[in-house]
């Protein structure tokens, strides 16, 4: 079956710390996308990439760092300078622009829910 | 800046009512998308909508776009209680690949 696979689902950090949230699909998409949802709100943008080895900042990037060394993967990391990391994380892909079937929708993974202890 | 805002941001209904959602963007875009979220539960897609005057319809949901006027609808006919759930709607930032995100509308349909 395809699909995006996000590990773990639940993660709790002591302040100070680094975590590291996996995001790993095999639809064979281009593009993958990280997202932040906190309570009531919507999602905002944190990177997305739309090809290996390329990534490009959202809108609420500062703390957070990714890399795109796979196709299939796309990890996301919450530093310590992240002043409030406490909230659900949606990683989602989708096929590249300019590709003949583009739509731009995006398939999402469950998601990982992170807390700071 | 793209903005996307939705209106209303919470809506409690009664089964068997109608009801429309809106969202309105600020930039130019032809692309939108409607995903629904379950409470604690990712987002699914709904709705992909790729031109203006586009119409599409699931069940008791359909989904308008009219980008002279930057505004996409949703509306519930006949609400019934499973589609209890909160709505997206999301643009694509033309030659971006940025998917911008409304707030969401929390609805609550009461049986």
């Known amino acids: 079956d395809g699909g995006i696979t996000q590990s773990p689902k639940y993660l709790f950090r002591k302040e100070g710390q680094n975590v590291t949230l996996s995001c790993e699909q095999n639809?064979?998409?281009?593009?993958m996308y990280w997202y932040r949802q906190d309570p009531g709100q919507g999602l905002r943008l944190i990177y997305y990439s739309q090809i290996v080895n390329d990534f490009q900042k959202g809108d609420i990037a500062e703390g957070y760092s990714v890399s795109r060394e796979k196709k299939e993967s796309f990890p996301l990391t919450v530093t310590s300078a992240q002043k409030n990391p406490t909230a659900f994380y949606l990683c989602?892909?989708?096929?590249?622009?300019?590709?003949?079937?583009?739509?731009?929708?995006?398939?999402f993974g469950e998601g990982s829910r992170l807390t700071v202890l | 800046e793209l903005k996307v805002e939705q209106n209303p941001l919470f809506l409690s209904m009664q089964e068997g009512k109608n009801y429309t959602i809106y969202c309105n963007y600020s930039?130019?875009?032809?692309?939108l998308y409607w995903y629904r979220q379950d409470p604690g539960k990712s987002l699914e897609s709904l709705f992909v909508?790729?031109?203006?005057?586009a119409v599409k319809q699931e069940g008791r949901l359909m989904a308008s776009l009219d980008t002279k006027a930057r505004l996409s609808t949703l509306h519930i006919t006949a609400a019934v209680h499973d589609l209890s759930a909160t709505y997206f709607c999301?643009?694509?930032?033309?030659?971006?690949?940025?998917?911008?995100f409304g707030k969401g509308t929390r609805l609550h349909i009461l049986p």
């Open positions: 989602a892909s989708s096929i590249a622009s300019g590709r003949a079937l583009w739509t731009g929708e995006l398939f």
């Open positions: 930039t130019t875009s032809d692309r």
């Open positions: 999301a643009v694509d930032i033309w030659r971006d690949d940025k998917i911008i």
């Open positions: 909508l790729l031109s203006n005057g």
């Open positions: 639809l064979n998409h281009d593009a």
